[in-house]
């Protein structure tokens, strides 16, 4: 973003944009918001999935000395009229599933990622060792019907989709040399950082994974919020950054069945299309279902309520192909109650675009949704 500075929510951001954190391995993303979280929050830990939680106390009388009991040991699902506010950090990568004999590495997606959404170019191999770049790429366009799997992808031959059968990760070492970095089945592959800068479209911004990023940044402003203005929750609240929603909302899931409270609330990226008649352009997105559940109206209806007392053009939708930590967690039955706020986005699980106000207007909606009565 060269024509102008960042202010402290973008900068936050971009370094959140830049930090790996593919699934089962999101401990960069946790880092960065533990050190944010920390000085916002009552108390904070993290979880047996690896989930950072962050606990806000309603009335003001946290005691540390009683922490351990009242927080951090397996609680009674549903106890209590606590809210969980949910963020995933984990995002959308690839998984080594084999390591060819010329050094190559032949990779699956790691969530609902095709190579055509994130495109050919810098890769980054989280390896045991080492971190290094290769390049995920599919081949030569002169090649004739003798290369078919190059042959295959082409509109005006094979005009297969590309896939991830299609295309390998050079790598420039030899299999010894990969084996002594820790490359091996499971490895992770994430997009580079180089491909993972903020740029400016106008009145709106645009980067690959702001699925939950830019949810996270929100969620973290939020309790910023509240703590700049010496506010509490009606209720406790729990402010979940968790792990594994791509590949089946596991930490939200975890985060859910353990921490007190009758309701859990997933940020997301929404999907801005005619046929859910959202857009980019308008206010914050409110689920009423999605592919796994329907959430609960009266928790939609308040959001909508609080983001129209605002003025910001909230939109309701009901959702297809979508499933969040909050779903999830209800579809498990692990929560009574689930509610979802997105942020309206362009191209999700792609290049990703939001308006420039988008992470604000979320955290504002939290933060009075946080302070009402249900």
Known sequence: ??????????????????????CGQEDA???????????????????GAGNLIGYIAADG???????????????????????????????????????????????????????????????????????????LTLGSEHTTQESQRIWQTKPDRG?????????YVFTGRTPQQLEALGVRPGTRVCVHRSKRSLVEVGDYIGCYFLDDRAAVTALLRAAR???????????????????????????GTYASASLPGTLTLALEV????????????GGPIVGYSDALCVYDKDVADRLMAIAADRGLSPQAAVLGA??????HSKASGVTP???????PTLSTHGYEVIHRGAVEDMATVIVDFLRQPA
């Open 159 to 167: 005009d297969h989709s590309l896939d991830w059968h299609h295309v």
């Open 29 to 47: 993303v946790r880092a960065v918001c533990a050190r944010e979280l920390q000085p916002l929050v009552d108390d904070m830990w993290v979880d």
């Open 270 to 281: 929404g999907p801005t299309e005619r046929e859910y008649t959202t857009t980019v352009s």
């Open 61 to 135: 009388s946290f005691d540390a000395a009683t922490a351990d009991h009242r927080h951090r040991t397996t609680a009674t699902p549903g106890l209590g009229a606590a809210t969980r506010v949910m963020a995933h950090m984990d995002e959308l990568s690839m998984l080594v599933k084999r390591v060819e004999p010329d050094g190559t590495l032949h990779v699956t997606q790691l969530g609902t990622m095709y190579p055509g959404n994130f495109g050919l170019g810098p890769v980054a191999v989280l390896g045991a060792q080492e971190t290094f770049t290769a390049v």
């Open 337 to 343: 109650r689930a509610g979802l706020l997105c942020l």
């Open 322 to 327: 979508f499933e969040s930590d909050a779903s």
């Open 225 to 251: 919020l509240l703590r700049e203005r010496n506010h509490r929750p009606t209720d406790d609240a729990y402010f979940a950054f968790t792990t594994n929603e791509e590949i089946g909302g596991v930490g």
């Open 1 to 22: 973003m060269a024509h102008r500075d960042y202010d402290s929510t973008e900068r936050l951001l971009q370094e959140l944009l830049w930090s790996y954190g593919p």
